[in-house]
């Protein structure tokens, strides 16, 4: 173990390079103090220890408190639980009116604004395209319109599920919650700092997967089975939105051809998703590698995978099911006994041709009717 100064830890903070912070005799003790490095919270706590800070300033009431010996670990988790005691007294008042509208939502889409992307997106492919005044108006009104209200209900979802589904993790008796909304840290367990990531199973790995088993690729088949039945297949689509629109039009026929495809693809993604659960170390190195680069970090995550086995597109709507993701993730914090040893995960990031180390876990979570 190192002893290593505040300034040191900060940098390693920065840097994204967790393992030095945990590898050090005060690593944790800057972490929780850093999950809650708020003016306020420090603030609170020195005032409830008696600690005076008034010719102190704000930027360096972090380090201050760091070193100061009076106040214990035990002091700082007791701080910690009696705050989030407090914000989720009032955040558990407005929780089912907040499942209620979130339940209002009837589809997950895009609407082709390419995630974060939204910005750029309307730069590239109508600002820099288009000369034409009428034309343009015509796609605010219609397509840019169309991306806009999905960027913002997408993610005013994820928003509110992000905050639900860490409350459940944050409830559980075996968590150290933190105070506030903290970049790189949701919770502590067992003194080792997570950020929560809440997904679904990629639908590239999905594809790769797919062929390795000799199935093919997924909108070839499904378009063979399509012309084989005389389904109509439209040309005005992206593959993406004909992959799902055919699916969806073969979910519903009822010829023995559709329900035995139907029923072949289920079955493979279903083994697919118990294959990576039983040996979850390539999914989890396969979400670093693969994560956006405008919201890069290499620190220690918990993923919590979400599948719908009925239909997978319908997967999002778990986010919202609290009640049946609270049963499914206080089972698994009740027996929660870390090895440590298969937390480690490595993994490199092509942007900046670095191998980072970091600490992760992943629990599944799969919903069938």
């Not at 730069?123 to 319109?145: A, F, H, M, P, Q």
């Not at 070839?220 to 439209?234: A, E, G, W």
């Amino acid at each position: 173990m190192t002893n290593l100064s505040f300034a040191e830890l900060d940098a390693y903070f920065r840097n994204n390079d967790f393992p030095s912070i945990e590898n050090d005799n005060r690593g944790v003790r800057f972490l929780k103090l850093r999950s809650m490095s708020r003016n306020e919270a420090i603030e609170e706590l020195c005032r409830l220890r008696g600690i005076d800070i008034s010719t102190i300033q704000s930027k360096h009431y972090f380090s201050h408190l760091f070193e100061m010996s009076n106040v214990t670990n035990k002091d700082i988790d007791s701080f910690i639980a009696h705050k989030y005691k407090q914000e989720r007294k009032a955040r558990s008042l407005n929780e089912d009116y907040l499942i209620d509208q979130l339940s209002r939502l009837q589809q997950f889409d895009w609407g082709g604004s390419f995630g974060n992307s939204l910005e750029k997106n309307i730069v590239n492919n109508y600002v820099k395209k288009i000369k034409s005044y009428t034309e343009i108006n015509d796609e605010i009104e219609g397509r840019i319109l169309t991306s806009l209200r999905g960027y913002t209900l997408n993610s005013w979802c994820n928003h509110w599920t992000s905050i639900l589904i860490e409350d459940l993790f944050k409830d559980h008796h075996n968590v150290l919650p933190t105070v506030g909304l903290i970049k790189k840290i949701d919770f502590f367990i067992n003194d080792i700092p997570f950020d929560l990531k809440v997904t679904y199973f990629p639908e590239e790995l999905f594809a790769q997967k797919l062929k390795l088993k000799g199935f093919g690729v997924e909108l070839t088949r499904l378009k063979q089975v399509c012309k084989r039945l005389k389904i109509f297949i439209p040309d005005d689509l992206t593959d993406k939105m004909l992959k799902q629109h055919l699916y969806n039009k073969l979910s519903e026929d009822q010829r023995d051809d559709a329900k035995q495809f139907i029923s072949d693809l289920k079955q493979h993604k279903q083994e697919i998703i118990s294959e990576a659960e039983a040996n979850p170390k390539e999914l989890k190195i396969w979400l670093y590698e693969n994560q956006g680069e405008a919201r890069f970090d290499a620190s220690n995550r918990f993923f919590l995978v979400l599948t719908d086995e009925t239909d997978v597109a319908n997967s999002w709507k778990l986010k919202r099911n609290i009640p049946f993701l609270r049963k499914k993730v206080n089972e698994h914090l009740n027996n929660i006994a870390f090895n440590l040893a298969g937390l480690d995960t490595e993994f490199y990031w092509g942007k900046t041709q670095q191998t980072f180390k970091c600490k992760s876990d992943i629990l599944f979570i799969k919903y069938s009717e």
